[in-house]
């Protein structure tokens, strides 16, 4: 089952997703993991991306496709699309791709929150700097003890994008060029709407019952 996870910053993706690869033995694939990967080892693709991103602008379709395309190509299914795609070329050519690899899209599961709240769960995230476990000062907070109940970690990083001007940028950005992708699928009669809203385990258990139907 290959399955999208939509919706604005903020929303959980990121968390949901990794609940799916525990339970499920899921593949997430994160445009946006992939990119901070790019960067962060200082890349030609790194280079170029970063102030884009820093800003909250979205990268150029043609990066982000041929970063799925390659794991796509690379085999394997079951993938969770976290953050991709974002436009309708890249929606079109999520179609395309998986049609070439013989495989299909299940669910598109939209993830229902509001703009106020996204704020708030943006500016307060974290994450671990060694797995990737994502905190949240309100609701997951950083144990006491200052490690990462996943991996015993201790250093935990905040994403340079997680302030409010990009965050901005950011939300004008899913509004026009990622929203509509809601109306595509909803066309395709892939769209499945899941509330985001409720504790991390809510929401899970509403993306579980879409999968499960
Ligand atoms: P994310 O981690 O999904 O919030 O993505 C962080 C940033 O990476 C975004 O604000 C964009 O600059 C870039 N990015 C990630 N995925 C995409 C995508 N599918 N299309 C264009 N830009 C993307």
Known sequence: MNIILLGPPGAGKGTQARILVDGRGM????????LREAKDSGTEMGKVVADVMARGELVTDEI??????????????GFIFDGFPRTLAQADALGDLLAEVGQTLDHVVAMEVNDD?????????????????????????IPADGTCTNCG??????????????????????????????????????????????????????IAAVLDS
């Not at 982000?64 to 299914?77: A, D, Q, Y």
């Open 27 to 34: 593949t997430q694939l994160s445009t946006g993991d992939m």
């Open 64 to 77: 982000v496709i041929g970063l799925i395309r390659e794991k796509l190509e690379g085999g394997g299914t």
């Open 153 to 206: 970690a201790s250093s935990f990083k905040r994403r340079a994008d997680d302030n409010e001007e990009s965050l901005r940028t950011r939300l004008m950005e899913y509004y026009k060029k990622t929203s509509p992708l809601i109306g595509y699928y909803h066309a395709k009669g892939q769209l499945r709407w899941v509330p985001g809203l409720g504790d991390i385990d809510e929401v899970a258990g509403g």
């Open 117 to 141: 709240e996204l704020v708030t769960r943006i500016t307060a995230r974290a994450t671990c700097g060694m797995c990737g476990e994502v905190y949240n000062d309100i609701t997951k907070p």
